[in-house]
Antibody, heavy 118, light 107 residues
Framework: EVQLVESGGGLVQPGGSLRLYCEAS????????MSWVRQAPGKGLEWVVN????????NYVDSVKGRFTISRDNAKSSLFLQMNSLRAEDTAVYFC???????????WGQGTLVTVSS | EIVLTQSPATLSLSPGERATLSCRAS??????LAWYQQKFGHAPRLLIY???TRLPGIPARFSGSGSGTDFTLTISSLEPDDFAVYYC?????????FGQGTKVEIK
């Protein structure tokens, strides 16, 4: 059974940092593109960033470029999102998601809530 | 950035009725479009990709059609489990974008 389990969310002040984690199991992690997708409270979905199987390619949405960094550890089947200079508009549930290609999102975690507020 | 516009925002129907959801792209995405279902408090689930290809395990009552800029998700006969929010998503270019969603609610 495919499982993606996110952690690391919480309350942080504007300008602060947070690191999200995603542990994967039930599929060959190193053969999959991985992504972070966020959903602000009561709003739609936003694909924030993805990373190629070997980490050699990363694509960020403009609103997080220079502030967020995605990385992965294939040996530990883990995905990370380092979020710096956080803003109120970054408040959202962050989903870890994966697929065998960079096009769609086959597998999803349950999400972790990030709240940016003073 | 390709903008996807879904309509209607809300669809109020009864079980057994047919649901027709629309997704319109600001630029052609060829057939590079997917549909997801999201129930409240849960992660989205991929239903259809390539505009019309159902994932294994997705019931045949779900069908997708369209190409270019106009797409449709049809649920032929609504089951109680189908009442949810549906999103379209394009993979034509980066950033990948989603529509704002259509909520299918019980009338």
């Amino acid at each position: 059974e495919v499982q993606l389990v996110e952690s690391g969310g919480g309350l942080v002040q504007p300008g602060g940092s947070l690191r999200l984690y995603c542990e994967a199991s039930g599929f060959t992690f190193s053969d999959h593109w991985m992504s972070w997708v966020r959903q602000a409270p009561g709003k739609g979905l936003e694909w924030v960033v993805n990373i190629k199987e070997d980490g050699s390619e990363k694509n960020y949405v403009d609103s997080v470029k220079g502030r967020f960094t995605i990385s992965r550890d294939n040996a530990k089947s883990s995905l990370f999102l380092q979020m710096n200079s956080l803003r109120a508009e970054d408040t959202a549930v962050y989903f870890c998601a994966g697929a065998p290609n960079p096009n769609y999102l086959d597998y999803w975690g349950q999400g972790t809530l990030v709240t940016v507020s003073s | 950035e390709i903008v996807l516009t879904q309509s209607p925002a809300t669809l109020s129907l009864s079980p057994g009725e047919r649901a027709t959801l629309s997704c319109r792209a600001s630029h052609s995405v060829s057939s590079h479009l997917a549909w997801y279902q999201q129930k409240f408090g849960h992660a989205p689930r991929l239903l259809i990709y390539g505009a019309s290809t159902r994932l294994p395990g997705i019931p045949a009552r779900f069908s997708g059609s369209g190409s270019g800029t106009d797409f449709t998700l049809t649920i032929s006969s609504l089951e109680p489990d189908d009442f949810a929010v549906y999103y379209c998503q394009q993979r034509m270019n980066w950033p990948r974008t989603f529509g704002q969603g259509t909520k299918v609610e019980i009338k």
